[in-house]
């Protein structure tokens, strides 16, 4: 089962960027879909942004035009670039892997977005 680890989380201004990176370790990282969720207090864990292994993306309404996940399997790494960030962006990010059925989640990295 691949493990992943989640990092470049952090305090921003509003209308500031971030750049998360998800770090898997174990093979066969080319073939697995992978997601950004997130989960703000007293909410839900929401998807944000998925990939497929053959590089197509999703994003929930709310990051549309603002989010951008990538992904770059020579690193076995996936990336979610934030832009234009909002107050209401601040929650633990997630990142998951999907396979077979088989779901795997990183420990979570915070983003608080503030003045």
């Known amino acids: 089962q691949v493990q992943l680890a989640e990092s470049g989380g952090g305090l921003v201004q509003p209308g500031g960027s971030l750049r998360l990176s998800c770090t898997a370790s174990?093979?066969?990282?080319?073939?697995?879909?992978m997601g950004w969720y997130r989960q703000a207090p007293g909410n839900q864990r929401e998807l944000v942004a998925s990939i497929t292994s053959r590089g197509v993306t999703s994003y929930a309404d709310s990051v549309k035009g603002r989010f951008g996940i990538s992904r770059d399997n020579t690193k076995k790494t996936v990336y979610l670039q934030m832009n234009s960030l909002k107050p209401e962006d601040t929650a633990v990010y997630y990142c998951?892997?999907?396979?077979?059925?088989?779901?795997?989640w990183g420990q979570g990295t915070q983003v608080t977005v503030s003045s």
């Open positions: 174990g093979s066969g990282f080319s073939t697995y879909a």
């Open positions: 998951s892997s999907q396979r077979l059925g088989s779901t795997s």
